[in-house]
């Protein structure tokens, strides 16, 4: 995979060798002297982003290096963009430690004025407690839970990866609502589908964008030159991306998207 001539020449591109590639002068950076540019040269690395988890490897290959700003003011466009990153992450963290026919679950309420569904303490206790019994039937199992607020109240969105438990035992567990448990045909979707909720969930006062158990292992991130390292691996042992992209960010310029199995 070599990264050449990806945006036909709208910014300086990189061919993937041992030496550090030299910045063009099409990139503006918006420096001031020589000095500046040799270190944004010494740190042209600083343009590569890697993604390790269990069924994938993303590479992400910026015009813009992250720990740089573009030249103009993006401010309200960087919080944008953080929004993006943490859909993105939550997406890597699914498919790191679920697979298909593991479980997809919501938690719903029957009696809003019992169960004071408005309330997300109260909510988050039950929803505890329902994971505690879980664990003791089952022991110790993966889950991602994602709440939704809607006009009544609250409810859970679930994808957990323990064994089969009847459906009757799990709605008595709950015993708030109903339960609606499937087993997940396709993993990448049902991260999609959560994912919808956490911009939802963003500026709610006291409720996180999801919950997750302890043992939830976090997908490996790599930035600068050891990205680079794992970047020419995949190109020196010919591996070729299963997804390929080309889009624009308005903080990160021209952003060129690889995604490999990782076998």
Wanted: with cysteine; proline share 3%; charged share 25%.
């Amino acid at each position: 995979m070599n990264v050449i001539n990806v945006f036909d020449n709208e910014f300086a591109v990189t061919r993937l060798s041992g030496e550090l590639p030299p910045i063009l002068p099409s990139l503006d950076y918006n420096v001031t002297s020589e000095q500046n540019v040799n270190n944004l040269a010494s740190r042209v690395y600083d343009r590569f982003k890697v993604v390790v988890d269990r069924q994938n490897i993303t590479v992400k290959y910026y015009q813009f290096a992250p720990r740089y700003r573009h030249p103009m003011n993006l401010q309200s466009q960087f919080f944008s963009q953080s929004s993006v990153r943490g859909v993105n992450d939550f997406k890597h963290l699914v498919v790191n430690n679920f697979s298909d026919n593991d479980k997809f679950l919501t938690l719903t309420y029957a009696d809003s004025e019992k169960s004071d569904i408005k309330n997300l303490v109260k909510c988050n206790r039950q929803r505890k407690y329902f994971f505690s019994k879980i664990k003791e039937i089952n022991g110790d199992f993966k889950y991602i839970c994602v709440p939704e607020k809607k006009d009544r109240g609250y409810h859970f969105h679930v994808i957990a990866d323990f064994e089969y438990i009847k459906q009757n035992v799990i709605q008595d567990i709950w015993g708030n609502g109903i339960v609606n448990v499937k087993a997940i045909y396709n993993l990448y979707g049902s991260a999609l589908y959560l994912a919808k909720y956490l911009t939802k969930n963003k500026g709610i006062k006291g409720m996180r964008r999801y919950y997750c158990s302890k043992n939830i292992q976090r997908p490996v991130v790599l930035r600068g030159f050891e990205a680079y390292k794992v970047v020419s691996a995949l190109d020196s042992n010919n591996k070729i991306p299963e997804y390929v992209n080309d889009y624009h960010s308005p903080y990160h310029g021209n952003i060129h998207l690889s995604v490999y199995k990782n076998n």
